[in-house]
């Protein structure tokens, strides 16, 4: 399940992801959601918060999630991925590299920190 964080606002989406990820929570929440922040302001700063019950992404929404971000690739000035396991780090930090944009990780403790980062 993608939820919508209440501090999201202006260009900046933040996101928690919980459970296992679908091809559903990808084109009704997360996609319409970045794509009317490019809309409205031209470029997004994007935070996801995976939690504790995060249990990765189905196949669908592995595509969806692949799609998404190299379609925009120049269209983001920030990204903040912040819990996970070890694993999800190794992937953000090897996927940065094909993205035109600061790409940073944080442990779950730190998520006011990704915060911070994120609004700067």
């Given at each position: 399940?993608?939820?919508?964080?209440?501090?999201?606002r202006?260009?900046?989406?933040?996101?928690?992801?919980?459970?296992?990820?679908t091809d559903?929570?990808?084109?009704?929440?997360?996609?319409?959601?970045?794509?009317?922040?490019?809309?409205?302001?031209?470029?997004?700063?994007?935070?996801?918060?995976?939690?504790k019950?995060?249990?990765?992404?189905?196949?669908?929404?592995?595509?969806d999630?692949?799609?998404?971000?190299?379609?925009h690739k120049?269209?983001?000035?920030?990204?903040?991925?912040?819990?996970?396991?070890?694993?999800i780090?190794?992937?953000?930090k090897?996927?940065?590299?094909?993205?035109?944009?600061?790409?940073?990780?944080?442990?779950?403790?730190?998520l006011?920190?990704?915060?911070?980062?994120?609004?700067?």
């Amino acid at each position: 399940m993608i939820e919508i964080l209440p501090d999201s606002r202006g260009k900046i989406l933040g996101i928690r992801a919980t459970g296992k990820l679908t091809d559903k929570d990808y084109q009704e929440v997360l996609i319409p959601a970045l794509e009317g922040i490019i809309r409205d302001h031209g470029r997004a700063r994007f935070l996801c918060h995976m939690d504790k019950d995060f249990d990765g992404l189905e196949m669908g929404a592995m595509w969806d999630d692949a799609k998404l971000f190299l379609k925009h690739k120049s269209e983001f000035e920030k990204m903040a991925v912040v819990g996970g396991r070890k694993w999800i780090e190794v992937m953000v930090k090897l996927f940065a590299q094909f993205m035109v944009v600061e790409v940073r990780t944080f442990p779950d403790e730190q998520l006011q920190e990704a915060w911070e980062w994120i609004k700067v």
